[in-house]
């Protein structure tokens, strides 16, 4: 059996929801594949910044509903004995909330945003492998396997586009590997029932002890707690390497220490924990390129394009799959192959452009913050200063003013432009 669309999408999380979603309100015929059937968990912190905001509300998801859609106002950061809350910036560009969402439910919704849109959907279905162009080595098509029935199908379009996530088996195949040099994170998370759920900021732990706190080493991470309803968090650590993915971590005793050190009015006991703690890599900074080659589009995870400064990636898988939809759009209008090929390169230059001073910049950071001397550094004395903290959090979350802002705005924005793009 074979199928034939304008373009094919690998992968229906946020990138490749976000990438059919735009392609089908252009009226571009757009599938997308899926090997799971919605709604599908996805291991995640659930945590939506105010640039990822941004993108839900360009997709015209409602977000009104306060219960369903938990606002957060801010961080509260602890480390090196302070507490310190720092809001979102008032900014023009961007909400002064975040959300938190479960991604059971997000990621949903997004595909749902995408159908109604005109997109159609297999789910249940696993793509095994490309399918080249006999002559040009081209990528024309995709082999999958349907779950239930074992039956295999080629797909066949004029672009396929790669949203596989972290794994990216189809650029992976081709030879596009992780950029090793390039950081990587890993994160583990759960979900527990706990009185923190009532808070309206998103709690960071910057300094994750390895035994009693104050008493013992600091072990090279960092944790997170936000509420995803009015009864329970999402609690989880991370860690970041600046090349390669951390290795040599117990973060189950990690995770276990630090459920014993945080404060007892939390509630972060075994029997409040409501899933096993999970984990799974981020890749950052655009580890894998190019992001447009030979018929093979990469967006969010699949390139590379979480945050080396924050683990975020939903925001850039959004806003990726927004810049391609546009992209592939004008290079189907095209009349020759040489033509769509070069609007088609337009694509991963356009990204470099829009994030890559950033991720360079972030490529320092993490460079920076692995060593543990540096980090407890910036945590005593980054933290009790209140506009060097305001000024860090917009440069963590990207939450700043491209164009005109105040004066971290603009410092941000050149810095952002005169590095050189990761
Ligand atoms: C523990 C943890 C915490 C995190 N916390 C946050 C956070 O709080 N905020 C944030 O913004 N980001 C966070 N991230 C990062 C975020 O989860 C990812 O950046 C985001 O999911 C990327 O979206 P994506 O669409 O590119 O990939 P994914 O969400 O991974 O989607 C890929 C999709 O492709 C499908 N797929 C894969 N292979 C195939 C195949 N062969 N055939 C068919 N379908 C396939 C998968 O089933 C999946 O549905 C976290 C990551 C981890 C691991």
Known sequence: MSHISEVLVVGAGPAGSSVAYYLSCLG???????????PRDKICGDGLTPRAVTELVRMGIDISDHKQWPRNY????????????VPWPELSSMPNYGLAKRRKELDHLLIQRAVSAGATLDEETVVTAPI?????????????????????????????????????RLATSLGRVQ??????????????????????????????????????????????????????VNVGLGS???HGAPKGMDYRSMFATWMENAPKEWEFTEENQLEPLRGAALPMGF???????????????AGGMVSPFNGEGIAYAL???????????????RTSTVAFQKTLEEYPKFM???????????????????????????VKYGLPRPMLMRLVMKLLSDAYDKNGGDWMDRLIATLAKVVPGA
């Open 179 to 232: 950029n090793q040099s390039r950081p990587m994170g890993v994160a583990h998370r759960t979900y527990i029932k706990s009185p923190l759920a009532a808070t309206d900021m998103m709690e960071s732990q910057l300094e994750l002890w390895e035994g009693k706190a104050g008493q013992s080493a600091i072990a090279p991470g960092y944790g997170w707690a936000w509420p995803v309803s009015d009864s329970v």
């Open 352 to 378: 470099k452009n829009e994030l890559g001073g950033y991720y360079t910049m972030g490529r320092i950071f993490a460079y920076l913050i692995e060593k543990p001397v540096v980090m407890q550094a910036c």
């Open 240 to 242: 970041l390497s600046s």
């Open 287 to 301: 580890n894998r390129k190019p992001l447009y080659e030979r018929g093979l589009l990469l967006v969010g995870d």
């Open 28 to 38: 571009v015929r757009v599938h997308v594949i899926e090997k799971a059937k919605f």
């Open 132 to 168: 080249l162009h006999e002559r040009t080595g081209c990528v024309i098509g995709v082999k999958a396997r349907k779950k239930t029935t074992k039956e295999e199908v080629s797909y066949y379009a004029r672009l396929i586009v790669d949203a596989g996530g972290v794994a990216a």
């Open 319 to 333: 806003q990726s799959g927004r810049v391609a939809a546009d992209i592939i759009a004008q290079a189907l209008s």
């Open 74 to 85: 801010g961080i509260r950061a602890y480390g090196a004995g302070h507490t310190i809350e």
